[in-house]
């Protein structure tokens, strides 16, 4: 880590000033996430290039003090550069000057190792040579683990967007216990990552034998000849134990590295994982809070096993032909279409697709089954919105009325508020911000985006001929 201090204009050249006794200002800081610029490289060459690989953290303020702001520093500049081969990282720090005005001045240093702990090097030529002295630390860390087989067609992966750089036969899908030494040391050198690019990840307990690391490997040829194992991106997996003989897969991070993001490197980890699941016969793979991101991602894979999937077929076609009979937007009642307990459970049993995960798709599979389209929308539509309100109202939603408001406390004001029915909304008593948007506004609004999601993922996803 460099620290360089810019020179300040020569005071000899400067005419003299009458000296002025006054207070100075108040330090207001500076966020970090206005003056730090991080950089993911691969060779000593891109170090300082400007158009190197930028990389946008979820938030660096959460790093720096309470306020999330640095202090003390007039005119600073903080550049890190991270390499993507050994993972070690180094911040070149410029600043015109220092002083406490009030608020200190922060430990730039302390700070920077609450993120990158040991893999930030201090001097930049140290930090250069690394590129020369662990250019085969991936393949080192993963020599160990156990090397899965994947799905190939004509040369390249299976996913659903078809956009897949590497042709299959340079991929390698690594799977490391964590409790062992290898799987521990590779996984703090990943940890700085984790922390800036998944949001409100923690590191796992590389000490515990039930997490599972799934590397995900591109074998590239340098200009030497030589094969070089580079590491795209991984994923953390918790083995749980499911009464009576049987585990429960749950995905708790995921991470494709920036530059090789929007791929297909995301989809084939996943289809990876998921084979897994069938294979080992778990009870169902499951995922931990997952992002918009890659429940879309998640819920392509899937589709594309549902689509393949023979016994589920005649549940799809019994509920469009059922939407088919029409005018579901004129009943008051309108049914909620879910696919049958026995089409849950099978599908739970033989492609470890949860329930939660299953009805989500159950939705996609319908729309796709919907010729044309634009004749049977409008009843379609009524169904998302049922299943909507329902999820976030409840199964009484249509003859109560449950309202939030905020209540005054001392404990914590972001957790004080009183849930409650209304059976007359007109005379209940309470009156709402008109600047508020209605409920039923905000349902719409999540049934627009949930259709818009549902049309994404159709476009990706091929379905078989019915």
């Known amino acids: 880590m460099g620290q360089k201090k810019n020179p300040s204009a020569d005071p000899v050249s400067e005419p003299k000033k009458r000296r002025r006794v006054g207070f100075s200002d108040v330090d207001e800081g500076v966020e970090a996430n206005q003056c730090i610029e991080i950089y ?52 070149d720090i410029t600043f015109q000057s220092t002083s406490d005005r009030g608020k200190g001045i922060t430990d730039l240093k302390s700070a920077l190792q609450r993120i990158f702990a040991e893999t930030l090097v201090e001097n930049k030529d140290d930090f250069l040579q690394i590129f020369s002295t662990e250019k085969d630390f991936t393949r ?10 994947h799905k190939v067609s004509n040369g390249h992966v299976t996913h659903c967007n078809n956009n897949l750089k590497a042709a299959a036969s ?13 799987a521990g040391h590779l996984y703090s050198r990943l940890i700085p990552l984790v922390l800036l690019l998944v949001d409100g990840s923690n590191p796992i307990d590389v000490t515990d034998p039930r997490w599972e690391l799934y590397i995900l490997i591109w074998k590239k040829m340098d200009q030497q000849g030589d094969i070089q194992h580079r590491l795209l991106g991984f994923t953390a997996i918790y083995r749980f134990y499911h009464y009576p003989d049987s585990t429960r897969m749950r995905l708790s991070q995921i991470l494709i590295l920036p530059p090789y993001q929007h791929k297909g490197y995301g989809s084939f980890l996943t289809e990876v994982l998921s084979n897994v699941a069938v294979a080992e016969n778990v009870h169902d793979f499951t995922v931990e809070e997952p992002l918009d991101s890659f429940q879309h991602v998640r819920t392509c894979v899937d589709i594309q096993h549902l689509l ?81 309100r329902e999820d976030i109202l409840g199964k009484d939603s249509g003859s109560t009325d449950k ?25 209940s008593g309470v009156q709402m911000d008109e600047n508020q948007p209605s409920q039923e506004e905000q349902l719409k609004q999540l049934v627009d985006e949930r259709i818009k999601e549902i049309k994404l993922i159709a476009q990706k996803v091929s379905p078989l001929p019915v």
Request: aromatic fraction near 10%; hydrophobic fraction near 40%.
């Open 403 to 427: 309202r939030i408001m905020d209540v005054p406390s001392s404990y914590d004001p972001e957790m004080s508020f009183v849930m409650f029915k209304s059976q007359n909304v007109e005379t």
């Open 40 to 91: 993911l490289v691969s060779s000593k060459e891109e170090v300082g290039v400007s158009d190197s690989f930028s990389i946008d953290p979820v938030d660096l303020n959460s790093f720096f003090d309470e306020d999330g702001k640095i202090y003390g520093y007039q005119g600073l500049k903080i550049t890190i550069w991270i390499s993507s081969i050994s993972f070690h990282a180094f911040a």
């Open 140 to 149: 080192s860390a993963v020599s160990s683990g156990e090397i899965l087989q």
């Open 170 to 182: 340079d991929l390698e899908v690594v799977r490391m216990v964590v409790g062992n030494m290898e």
């Open 308 to 388: 393949a999937f023979e016994p589920i077929q005649h549940a799809i076609n019994s509920a469009v032909s059922h939407l088919k009979q029409g005018k579901l937007s004129k009943k008051i009642l309108a049914p909620r279409f879910v696919p049958p307990a026995s089409t849950v459970a099978e599908v739970r049993k033989v492609l470890k697709i949860n329930k939660k995960q299953f009805l989500q798709c159950w939705e996609v599979l319908i729309y796709l089954r919907l010729d044309p389209v634009d004749k049977y929308m409008e009843d379609y539509t009524t169904i998302i919105s049922n299943r909507v």
